[in-house]
């Protein structure tokens, strides 16, 4: 189906371990960008990407790494995860940087 | 740094009540300026955008203008539906040199009573 998933959509880990989180979108649009949404932050960009094998770090990118090696594919790792990462995290993509955002569903992360 | 200020409510209101939700920003460029709305349990989905000063952005009822004097682009909305309850978020973006700048504003959370 076209559009911007994510995977997987729940994900218990526990403290230490690696964790990938996936993000697929099908309009080959250039632009792709991860968020996470806390209660009392709203949205805050972790990392963006401008195009396949170009990353940028957002507000918040420390303990994740990013890679973008297809257009379609950006994937987010926490290389060891830490409870201060409990967290929805939110995947999304855009055509332009003035164009708007298509956002995925969602992914809430668990770290006990 | 870009911010975007958001009421952070909750607001709460009556089924066919008026609804603004003020939001403000600072941006070191010239933003383009957004509204998005988040149902539960969802993404965030585009409910209206503007990419200059005096533009009017409208969508399913609901508006803000572009206003670059007072830096604000408020929602409005005649009459809010039950089915309007969401979560509603400003939103700019803004070329800086060498790179872009995304920014969100906190969320205002709205609840509709029948």
């Known amino acids: 189906d076209a559009g911007i998933t994510q995977s997987p959509r729940y994900k218990i880990t526990e403290t230490g371990r690696q964790v990938t989180l996936m993000c697929h979108q099908t309009w080959s649009h250039s632009y792709m960008f991860w968020y996470r949404q806390d209660l009392g932050h709203g949205l805050r960009l972790i990392y963006y990407?401008?195009?396949?094998?170009?990353?940028d770090k957002g507000e918040v990118p420390d303990g994740y790494v990013v890679s973008r090696s297809k257009t379609e594919n950006f994937p987010l790792t926490l290389e060891s995860a830490t409870r201060s990462q409990t967290s929805v995290y939110f995947c999304a993509s855009s055509g332009n940087y003035h164009h708007e955002q298509f956002f995925g569903p969602g992914t809430r992360l668990t770290v006990l | 740094g870009d911010s975007v200020t958001q009421m952070e409510g909750p607001v709460t209101l009556s089924e066919e009540a008026f609804l603004t939700i003020n939001c403000t920003y600072t941006a070191t460029g010239y933003p383009s300026l957004f509204w998005y709305v988040q149902y539960p349990g969802e993404g965030l989905q585009l409910l209206l955008k503007?990419?200059?000063?005096?533009d009017k952005g409208s969508n399913k009822g609901f508006e803000a203008t572009y206003r670059k004097e007072t830096t604000s682009f408020h929602l409005e909305k005649g009459s809010v539906q039950v089915s309007d309850s969401a979560v509603y978020f400003c939103?700019?973006?803004?070329?800086?040199?060498?790179?872009?700048?995304?920014?969100f504003g906190p969320g205002t959370r709205l609840s509709v009573l029948p």
């Open positions: 939103a700019l973006i803004t070329e800086i040199n060498y790179g872009q700048n995304f920014v």
């Open positions: 503007a990419t200059k000063a005096d």
């Open positions: 990407s401008a195009a396949a094998d170009i990353t």
